[in-house]
Structures are given as C-alpha cells and as structure tokens.
T-cell receptor, first 114, second 110 residues
Framework: KAGVTQTPRYLIKTRGQQVTLSCSPISGHRSVSWYQQTPGQGLQFLFEYFSETQRNKGNFPGRFSGRQFSNSRSEMNVSTLELGDSALYLC?????????????FGSGTRLTVV | TQLLEQSPQFLSIQEGENLTVYCNSSSVFSSLQWYRQEPGEGPVLLVTVVTGGEVKKLKRLTFQFGDARKDSSLHITAAQPGDTGLYLCAGVDSNYQLIWGAGTKLIIKP
C-alpha cells in the first residue's frame, strides 16, 4: 500500500503570496487531517476532511483553508502569507478519522516564508 | 482547554540505559496514541492504547495507559541509538479530537 504523499516537500514563498499544498491519502482512507508543526508550538490541528466535508476545524485564521476531492485527495491553501506561517505542514489520513485507530502521516511540506 | 503534558521535554542518555516518558492530563481520553518522529519526516504511529490499565509491548518499548485513562507512559529498555527521535503522545477526547503533547526529544548516545 502506498503511503501518504505530500507535495511539494519544500517550498519558499514571499510574504503576501499564497500557497497550495497537496496530500494524497492512503487508498481507501476517507479522512484527511492537516497539521502545522513548529518548534515553539508543536503540532497544531488545522482541519479535518471526511468525504469531501470539513468535519473539524482548529483555531487558525481564515487565511488557512482546505478542501477534499471525491478521490479523497486534499489540498490546503494559505493566502497572504506571513513570516509566522513558516512551518512543517503535515497531512494525516485514516479510514474514518475520529482518532481512535491512529493516523498515518505524510513526510510533510516544509514551507519557508521570506 | 484540554492539555496533555508530556515530560521530560528533552532526554539525552547513553546507549543501554532505560528511560520513561510520561503523558499526563486532567482529562479522560477514549484512547491514547504514541508516535515517533524523525527530523524532516512525519510522525509514525507506534501504538494505540484503549483500555484503562492496558499494557502493550513493542520489542524494547512498553506502553501503559493509566487506570483512569488520564495518563500514559512509554518505557524503553536498553535504549539504542536507533531509538533517537521525537516521541509524541496524543489523546482522543470525547469529541474525537486529538489532543497532542508537546513531545519528548530523545537522544541516545553510542
């Protein structure tokens, strides 16, 4: 079974730009969650999608958005980038989400905002 | 706000020593997961514990879920350099949300 694939692996953007990150979950997994990881804040939950619907949302500004397609692939978008958005963005998939069975993470996208 | 306090934050020990990492909360979790993350990679699920008092073993790693399902521990016996990494615990709350600990950075010196 192929793992969770995130693209791109690395990205450098300028303040004010926008960025789109992509995540392909494990085949058959319908839940995709997104996290931001920084050294100071640890893992912060962004949102979770299940069957194309946003099921849960973390405490991030509206500049952070996402969507899920019918094939369960998901994208997240960050508009008007700020320096503080520099982080490792992780995608995690599971069959149905809701936590109890654990998640499979991708390798992440390292975003640097300059 | 639910918190999952993980300790210690940082641990550097010699190969062959034993160690224990703790996750504590005042909240009850339906399950608790442990992950290990290496630099530049995503966390990898090690184990999920579900029942209060449950003990699971993964080779030299022993995971325990507290009787009240509010805390958990990870014990490593005879640590090896390959155990080096960031260990994260995450509890599933009543709203099916994952509550994450801040992580324990473990370095095993040869």
């Amino acid at each position: 079974k192929a793992g969770v694939t995130q693209t791109p692996r690395y990205l450098i953007k300028t303040r004010g730009q926008q960025v789109t990150l992509s995540c392909s979950p494990i085949s058959g997994h319908r839940s995709v969650s997104w996290y931001q990881q920084t050294p100071g804040q640890g893992l912060q939950f962004l949102f979770e999608y299940f069957s194309e619907t946003q099921r849960n949302k973390g405490n991030f500004p509206g500049r952070f958005s996402g969507r899920q397609f019918s094939n369960s692939r998901s994208e997240m978008n960050v508009s008007t980038l700020e320096l503080g958005d520099s982080a490792l963005y992780l995608c995690a998939s599971s069959e149905i989400g809701q936590g109890n069975y654990g998640y499979t993470f991708g390798s992440g996208t390292r975003l640097t905002v300059v | 706000t639910q918190l999952l306090e993980q300790s210690p934050q940082f641990l550097s020990i010699q190969e062959g020593e034993n160690l224990t990492v703790y996750c504590n909360s005042s909240s009850v979790f339906s399950s608790l997961q442990w992950y290990r993350q290496e630099p530049g990679e995503g966390p990898v699920l090690l184990v999920t514990v579900v029942t209060g008092g449950e003990v699971k073993k993964l080779k030299r790693l022993t995971f325990q879920f507290g009787d009240a399902r509010k805390d958990s521990s990870l014990h490593i016996t005879a640590a090896q350099p390959g155990d080096t990494g960031l260990y994260l615990c995450a509890g599933v709350d009543s709203n099916y949300q994952l509550i994450w600990g801040a992580g324990t950075k473990l370095i095993i010196k040869p």
